[in-house]
């Protein structure tokens, strides 16, 4: 009997190679998955995560690629595939902010935002779901064709003053993703998104390095810790395990409490 929930699946992880994409990287090894490392341009970091799965006895390999370019994901699917010879779960994580004021936010910054964020997640989406579908439910390994696990935010939901554009992609996710999900259900495909709050990483290092800055974001957080890429890892190896079968098209808040109007805390 398998005792790992991610036992002979491959996984690929975009934006893998450090924060969040990281720690779910090692999390699905760990849970047994054999791992697509996938990063744009840190070779390093990424070699690193898979010497350090290998260690331990885990399977992964590392996978350059653009997430926003069409023939880049193309052929990253079809290393993944050459390599591990399917794919079971797809994890979009690759992201970046670009904050300006609106009025002074150029085309490029949008562009770009959306391009990664949004469009990137379209493209593996896409690429992810036409192997599941050409393969099918293979039931040795779980009882679906596929899991699409997307990383939002909760700004998805929240509005972000100097973020138009990558809250705009965040919401994006949030429809493109239950649109899939509703497409892609009856063939058995699970697409769901995970939506983080403040969690220490490299994004919002200017949110927690300093004392003044990391008072100031937890006044947002009424649970009042930062939290760890882990905590999302966690979450992620439970939603791409078959124990969360039968959650199809929702968006998990994993944000200690940030969506709960901490501002309004005094009535
Ligand atoms: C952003 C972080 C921010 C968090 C909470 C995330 O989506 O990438 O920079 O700390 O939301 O506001």
Known sequence: ????????????????????????????????????????SSAEDAEQIVSG?????????????????EDQVQRLFSELIE??????????????????????MSLEDWQLVIDVNLTGQFLCAREAAKEF?????????????????????????????????????????NMLMRTIAQELAPHKIRVNSIAPGA??????????????????LLNLIPYQRIGKPEDVARMAVWLASDDSDYVVGETLFIDGGMMLYPGFAEG
């Open 199 to 216: 969690i220490k990483t490299p994004i919002n290092r200017q949110d927690w390095e300093n004392e003044e800055a990391k008072a100031e």
């Open 83 to 104: 390599t591990y010879g399917t794919i079971d779960i797809l994890v979009n994580n690759a992201g970046l902010q670009k904050d300006a004021n609106f009025i002074d």
């Open 53 to 69: 799965i290998r260690e331990k006895g885990g399977e992964a390999v590392a996978l350059q690629a653009n997430v926003a370019k």
């Open 133 to 173: 579908i050409r393969r099918g439910v293979v039931e040795e390994r779980s009882c679906a064709a596929g899991k699409i696990i997307c990383i939002s935010s909760v700004h998805e939901k929240i509005p972000w003053a100097t973020h138009a554009n990558y809250a705009a992609s965040k919401g994006g996710i």
């Open 1 to 40: 009997m398998n005792t790992k929930a991610l036992q002979g699946q491959v996984a690929l992880v975009t934006g893998a190679s450090s924060g969040i994409g990281k720690a779910i990287a090692i999390a699905f090894a760990e849970a047994g998955a054999k791992v697509g490392v996938n990063y744009r």
